[in-house]
């Protein structure tokens, strides 16, 4: 129809005419839909509080209405001569009074300033990140930084119910508003089409949602994901809500996933008969990261017996038996003594991995049965034989009768355990155990955050489930409706469990409630000022909750009370352990584009060209006040950055002497120079600064 109509419209000989029809039909169509019919609402808006005012901004009250917007025509001294948008009425301001503000959809330049951490896992090198930010510029961010990379999304977005808070354009909506669910739907909508451009193509995207909102929200992701298997699934939240003569049981979590979609196993819904060892193999580690898991294990050829364990990577360089660089270690298949075999970590593409134990517990788990060695046949492999092991898990069933043992495998002892089962097979399209009910997320907020009142907190075994139908061990998981963290203490919880490695990136915003921001203003109080901020979700529930359910106390040092999976589930844990985890806490601001181009904005930059890097390590920061390097490498966190190209030749040499880094940031204004440049240094990811940053966040027209 649309090349018909072009066709005809050809024909017209008034040029100007023709343009006229046709961009009338193109707002036609945009307004026409099949399906889901909805007002596009004008484009939120965002405060930019580090962004200064100065003539040309547009800009708000502070602490006001931000779509009552002006314009600043001059500062004259203390006071800003605006127009009223869009009425162009003359208005003075006192300067002090204003700040700038921009329509989601313009070019914004972010960063992010380092609050705070909490590090329980000084060992490892995960780290997951809490960004304060409202969510939208947060996943234009992502985008920047995760496009495509992204293995699960989870959010619990708000239902519009009517009765709950939530803003459009920072006003709070509610059920008297004519445009409730409109403006539900556009806000959502903006934000859903990043989130898929951030998923990478077996990526899965989960949503949980009321009833209120649960046929609208299918029909618009039919309408951005054509693509996909959308599946809702039932979940009795409660013992009922009565509404409208009807008795409301449940709520719903919608599965955005591939068609070839296969699910993990889940604890709750029945399983196969499967082997209850797996290989000891960590793949997602090297030997240079880990290398105290790096060693050989000896094996009989013949009978398959395990004799024991040669020398860890590690211990060799303590010792003096090795002085080279841990990534050009290579794995000795001819130490092992004689008749039997050395078996080093290697994965199935017979890459060099690392081993899940160290050789101190490793033997431990030999002389416990947890061990079993498997012949295999050679492929990607130099080794006769496979090393499988029995999960944390696994053995916690067994230690609590759980799971019956009916002998000893008669080499190595290795336990024999009969009928085992995985405990999933597909995920259920209902999901009725009380472990999921809201009441149980009430109690679990509770005894976390002693008393502190949360609405409707999602209780961390239904996240759990949902997060360990659709990621695997080194997954990276997001979610930008954080709410009060418990997604992140979700992924802490699996990867206890699984021995997973799996990183979790949250977004909130510091919103106050509908009542705290009365109280506040009617106080004398406003939007940035110290006690304010100290009132939002971010800054008083989300980051004390991640710091409290790390170290296993709140900040007073109370020792948390309670365990989870208190009813019956095989994974008990009590609070008061923590977690072996580390965290960081960014909040989102808005940079200066003049100042970026020139390169004066490096170090607020550092943060994002970590995070893009893989989030290894802690985060790096340059001392306050001092000057900016030539070059930063850093092998700890995997990248390095080139900031003068005089230094190219030092800067290929290190890099060169660090083959675990694997991202490069190169800072110059020839795009010759840098494709020489990384030309010279292959096998990297190379990003061109400032370029890459600026471009990313000019070219907003099509989000």
């Known amino acids: 129809m649309a090349n018909a ?33 909805f007002e596009d609402h004008i484009p939120e808006s965002t405060v930019l509080y580090d962004v200064p005012v100065k003539a040309g901004s547009t800009v708000a009250l502070r602490g006001g209405d931000v779509s009552k917007q002006m314009k600043v025509l001059a500062i004259d001294g203390e006071v800003a001569h605006c127009l009223s948008l869009p009425e162009r009425e003359p208005v003075d301001q006192p300067l002090d ?3 700038s503000v921009a329509k989601f959809g313009e070019p914004i330049y972010p960063y992010l300033k380092q609050l705070d951490t909490v590090c329980n896992a000084p060992d490892s090198d995960l780290w997951h990140t809490l960004i304060e930010a409202d969510n939208y510029h947060a996943l234009q961010l992502l985008e920047y930084l995760y496009a495509e990379k992204v293995d699960c999304i989870y959010i619990d977005p708000p239902y519009n119910t009517g009765e709950d808070e939530w803003k459009y354009n920072d006003a709070f909506v509610d059920k008297n508003d004519q445009w409730q669910h409109s403006k ?69 979590l919608v599965f955005i996933v591939p068609k070839d979609f296969e699910p993990m196993p889940m604890l709750f819904s029945g399983g196969k008969e499967s082997s209850p060892y797996h290989g000891m193999t960590l793949a997602s580690f090297t030997q240079s990261q880990r290398p105290n898991q790096t060693y050989p294990i000896y094996i009989e050829n013949e009978s398959g017996k395990i004799i024991g364990c040669g020398k860890s990577l590690q211990e060799r360089v303590r010792d003096g038996s090795y002085s080279g660089s841990l990534d050009d270690f290579v794995f000795d298949y001819d130490e092992a003594p004689a008749n039997c ?38 492929k990607k492999n130099n080794s006769l034989f496979g090393v499988q092991f029995l999960a944390d898990g696994i053995i916690k069933k067994i230690k609590a009768g759980i799971i019956q043992i009916s002998g000893k495998e008669p080499v190595n002892g290795a336990l024999i355990i009969e009928e085992y089962k995985t405990d999933g097979s ?77 990183r979790c990136l949250i977004v909130t915003n510091n919103e106050l409630s509908k ?84 390169g004066r904005q490096f170090c607020e930059l550092l943060p994002l060209l970590w995070l893009k890097a893989g989030a290894h390590n802690p985060c ?57 440049m990384t030309d010279m240094l292959p096998g990297r990811t190379a990003y061109q600064l400032y370029r890459d940053y600026l471009e990313n966040f000019q070219i907003n027209l099509r989000r």
Not at 215 to 244: A, D, H, M, Y
């Open 5 to 37: 109509l072009d066709a005809l419209i050809d024909h017209i000989p008034d040029e100007a005419l023709r343009g006229q029809i046709r961009e009338a039909l193109k707002k036609q169509n945009q307004q026409k839909k099949f399906g889901l019919v």
């Open 97 to 99: 009074s204003l700040v």
């Open 184 to 252: 539900w739907l556009s806000f959502i909508k903006k934000r859903l089409k990043i989130a898929k451009r951030l998923l990478n193509p077996k990526g899965v995207l989960i949503i949980s949602i009321g009833y209120q909102q649960i046929n609208r929200l299918n029909l618009l992701l039919e309408e951005l994901f054509p693509e996909k298997q959308i599946v809702t699934v039932t979940v009795q939240t409660s013992g009922g809500k009565p509404s409208g003569g009807f008795n409301y049981l449940q709520e719903y």
């Open 341 to 378: 075999s050395a078996v080093w970590p290697v994965t199935t593409k017979g890459l060099p991995c690392v081993w899940r134990l160290i050789p101190s517990s490793f033997l431990e788990y030999v002389n416990n049965g947890y061990i079993r060695v498997i012949r295999q046949k050679q």
């Open 426 to 502: 597909g995920i259920p399209t209902i999901w009725s155990e009380k472990q999921f009910y809201t009441s149980k997320g009430t109690s679990q907020i509770q005894n976390i955050m002693g008393g502190k009142d949360f609405p409707y907190p999602k209780p961390i075994d239904l996240i759990l489930e949902a997060l360990r139908s659709c990621t695997s061990d080194d997954s990276l998981i997001v979610d930008f409706f954080a709410g009060s963290g418990t997604t992140l203490n979700a992924v802490n919880l699996l990867n206890s469990q699984d021995d997973g490695q799996r």
């Open 515 to 598: 009542k705290q921001t009365k109280e506040l203003l009617s106080a004398g109080i406003h939007p940035r000022e110290t006690q304010w901020e100290s009132k939002g979700i971010c800054k008083s529930v989300t980051w004390p909750r991640i710091v409290s359910t790390t170290l296993g106390k709140r900040n007073d040092g109370t020792v948390l009370q309670g365990e989870y999976s208190p009813d019956g589930d095989d994974y008990k844990r009590p609070y008061a352990e923590g977690f072996k985890s580390n965290c960081i806490y960014f909040k989102l601001g808005f940079l200066n584009k003049t100042s970026i181009a020139v």
């Open 620 to 676: 790096p920061v340059l001392p306050e006040g001092s000057d900016l390097p030539d070059l930063l490498v850093l092998p700890e966190n995997r990248f390095a950055a080139l900031l003068s190209e005089t230094a190219f030749a030092e800067f290929s040499a290190q890099v060169k002497a660090h083959p675990e880094i694997n991202t490069l940031y190169i800072v110059t204004d020839s795009e010759p120079a840098f494709r020489m």
